[in-house]
Every structure is written in structure tokens, then in C-alpha cells.
């Protein structure tokens, strides 16, 4: 009769410091509000998380998915994970923790999946596939991490938009000379600034997506391209000076900088032959569009390619990343839409206009199911172009949830907003 209670076993849900980019994603994505962060890490509520998984799949370094069995009343705080620099080793339960985390205390459905199964769960409350396509190749991520970064030399640094326009976008090339590191489109990479924060705390690593196909800005050679905005205001228009943006657009030819990555599993292209390509972007979003361009342009003669359709949205033609080299493109090779919001002279165009105004065409890859759709740019975005999408299947007469279902559920569709 006075036999303990069992103890409670609780499956932490927590983010490892040395490889979170910082990058929001999963504040932004968890439906409960449970990951909060400060100037030093991005943590879990343990009060509040319910283990749903919905975190896990956009993350792009898979910092986020790390958890150790701890007894509920001895849980890390938010105050512990905010101080951390790496984290802790697991700590032995007692016998009876155990056997309450084993049959008195079970754990909930969503924490007991393998990581495939919790990728699938959380599919159906995401806007874009939680897996990358079937016949993507092997990712290598996180190769170099904030402990041990990796030395890029910078061998080109290029404005991209005109000098006459207020945005300022640079393609700057970094190579690795001797140095593996392993790349394929539609990946990420970090970028640690010099320097310290305002409470003296060298600066978090800001993430970037490749503009260079695998085998490099230059083919044979070890090296990638960024495609780099000034930040000088935030997006209420107020003065901001980005730090690591800033840093980057002025590098000289020679100057080295300090790597991490690189990040991502699903945000890739398909490998197979007459896949095609959807994509939709704006402004620097149009980096990891420029690196699978080139990849599919660099097959051209060694391999059957599909059709590639861009939607490409900026202010003007001038503050259009890679106008000239985009217009010199073979246009049976890649279908060119541009949408242009402030052009003199025209009216006021989006890339969702576009995707209505090319509906047939657009609805005849959708039919397809060799067809992958990428979308990158400003966060918001997606909400157009998912409307853009529903209404070009439904004026056919098709089921959009179905379709949309079929592309999360085989990895064709995919955001990437920032």
C-alpha cells in the first residue's frame, strides 16, 4: 500500500547549440509556440512542447532533432538550454524511471516514429514536402560546424543588379581548394561573420543557398557561388545594417572567410531523366533556380533533360539578379517569365499572375508526375503561389488537395523562404 509511484519519464525535445544556424525556421514552425531563443541559442519549452514533430523536417541542419529521456521533474529548463554551448551527455535514469518510461509512463505515438514516419506525420500540416525527390542524390550535411569551420578563399565578387538601383546584389565565388566540400543544388551554406555581438559573443553563422550547380561555379574546380544582398533596412523599411550581408558584398579577391555546412536534405533536384523543373522565385531566391538551371544546362548533350519553367519576380528589370546571363539562355531550353512589380511604365506584375496568365502550360507539367516545383523568396510568398497553384488545377477541373497531397507526399513540391 505505500509502494512509490512511478517516476515520470519525459523524451526531451531539445536543439544541439554547435549546429543550429540560428535560422528561425523552427520558432516559426512550431504550431504550440514552444521554441523561443535569445541572443545565444534557440531552445524548448518542456512545459509546452508535445512532441508533434512539425519542427523537424524544415529544420536544414538537423539541430532540431535531438532528445534524451530524462525524468519530468529533473527536465532541462529554458534557462539551462539559453546557456548552453554544446549539449549535455545523457544522464542515467534510475531503475524505476525506467520502467515507468517503459510501461507506466508511455511515451506519445508522435515521439516513439522513426524519423521517416515522423517526416510523413508532419507532411499533411506543411505547405511543401517534408522528403526531397525519389531520385535525389545523397546529401552530405554539416560537415563543418561552428567548432570547426572550414577556410573558403573568396576568388570573385561580382554586383549582379544595376548600380543605379537601390539593390544591391552581389554573386560572389568562394573556393575550397584541397579541402572536400561535397555540394549538390539546392543545398545551403553558413557563413560566420568576424567579429562580435553586442554582448560580446562572436556572431552566429548566416545561412546562404548555393547559386553554383555540384560541380562548382566552374566546372573541375572545388569551389560555389552565393548570391548576396546589401541589408541596409529591415523589413518595415527602417535603417539596419545586416552584419554578415554587409561583410560579404565587401570582400576583396583573396580574402578568406570561415564556413560551416553544408545544410539541407530536401530542398533537391531531382536526378532522374526528363524530370522537370517548375520554378518560382524573387530576388536572391533565385540562387539555388540559377544552380539547377546550370546543372540541367551542363547536361545538355550527355543526358536527356526535361522542360524547365521559371517564374522569376523583382522590382525592375535592373534590380533582376542575372538578367543579362538569364536572357541569353536558349529559350527551348528554359521557359522565361518575369515579373516585374515597379517597371516604368507597366502595370504591376507578381509571379502568382504569372502562374494564372500560364496556366495551360503549367497545368500540363503538374500533369506530370516527373514534374518538381521550387519556390524561394521572401516568406509569404508561398501563400500566393499555393492559390496560384489550386486555381490552375481547379479551372481544369482537378481535385487540388489531391494533387497537393501527392506533391508533399513524393517530395515534388518545396519552399524556401526567408
Excluded at 94 to 104: C, I, L
Excluded at 154 to 166: A, K, L, M, S
Aim: aromatic fraction near 6%.
Amino acid at each position: 500500500m505505500n509502494a512509490p509511484l512511478p517516476v515520470e519519464v519525459l523524451k526531451q525535445h531539445l536543439i544541439d547549440p554547435e549546429i543550429c544556424i540560428r535560422c528561425n525556421t523552427c520558432e516559426e514552425t512550431c504550431p504550440v509556440d514552444a521554441i523561443t531563443h535569445d541572443s545565444n541559442n534557440y531552445v524548448v519549452d518542456p512545459e509546452i512542447c508535445n512532441g508533434c514533430m512539425a519542427c523537424v523536417p524544415p529544420c536544414p541542419t538537423g539541430s532540431i532533432d535531438n532528445w534524451r529521456l530524462v525524468v519530468r521533474a529533473e527536465a532541462y529548463s529554458v534557462q539551462d538550454q539559453l546557456g548552453w554551448e554544446e549539449l549535455p551527455q545523457d544522464k542515467p535514469l534510475p531503475v524505476d524511471a525506467a520502467a515507468a518510461g517503459e510501461g507506466g509512463q508511455p511515451m506519445p505515438a508522435p515521439q516513439a516514429e522513426s524519423g521517416l514516419a515522423q517526416a510523413v506525420a508532419v507532411t499533411a500540416a506543411a505547405p511543401g514536402a517534408a522528403v526531397p525527390p525519389w531520385s535525389a542524390a545523397h546529401p552530405y550535411v554539416n560537415l563543418y560546424t561552428h567548432k570547426t569551420p572550414i577556410t573558403a578563399t573568396v576568388v570573385g565578387n561580382y554586383r549582379v543588379t544595376g548600380v543605379d538601383t537601390e539593390s544591391d546584389i552581389h554573386h560572389i565565388v568562394l573556393d575550397f581548394g584541397e579541402q572536400p566540400f561535397p555540394v549538390l543544388e539546392g543545398q545551403s551554406i553558413g557563413i560566420l561573420p568576424p567579429g562580435v555581438d553586442a554582448q560580446g559573443r562572436p556572431h552566429h553563422a548566416r545561412q546562404y543557398s548555393l547559386a553554383s550547380p555540384r560541380d562548382g561555379e566552374r566546372a573541375g574546380y572545388n569551389n560555389l557561388s552565393l548570391t548576396v544582398k546589401r541589408v541596409t533596412q529591415d523589413h518595415g523599411g527602417a535603417a539596419a545594417h545586416g552584419v554578415c550581408s554587409n561583410y560579404l558584398c565587401d570582400l576583396a579577391k583573396n580574402d578568406t572567410v570561415q564556413v560551416i555546412g553544408p545544410f539541407g536534405h530536401t530542398f533537391l533536384m531531382p536526378n532522374h531523366p526528363q524530370a522537370n523543373l517548375i520554378m518560382i522565385c524573387t530576388g536572391t531566391g533565385s540562387a539555388p533556380m540559377r544552380a539547377m538551371t546550370e546543372r540541367s544546362r551542363r547536361l545538355i548533350g550527355t543526358a536527356d533533360i526535361g522542360k524547365l519553367m521559371l517564374f522569376f519576380g523583382a522590382r525592375t528589370e535592373r534590380e533582376l539578379p542575372y538578367f543579362g546571363p538569364l536572357m541569353k539562355l536558349p529559350r527551348d531550353f528554359i521557359d522565361i517569365n518575369l515579373a516585374l512589380s515597379r517597371e516604368p511604365g507597366q502595370p504591376k506584375r507578381y509571379v502568382q499572375d504569372l502562374i494564372r496568365e500560364r496556366a495551360a502550360h503549367v497545368r500540363g507539367l503538374l500533369a506530370d508526375r516527373n514534374t518538381c516545383i521550387y519556390v524561394c523568396g521572401l516568406k509569404g510568398m508561398e501563400v500566393g503561389v499555393l492559390d496560384a497553384l489550386r486555381d490552375v488545377v481547379v479551372q481544369s477541373g482537378e481535385d487540388w488537395s489531391i494533387l497537393h497531397d501527392a506533391l508533399r507526399r513524393e517530395g515534388r513540391l518545396h519552399f524556401e523562404t526567408y
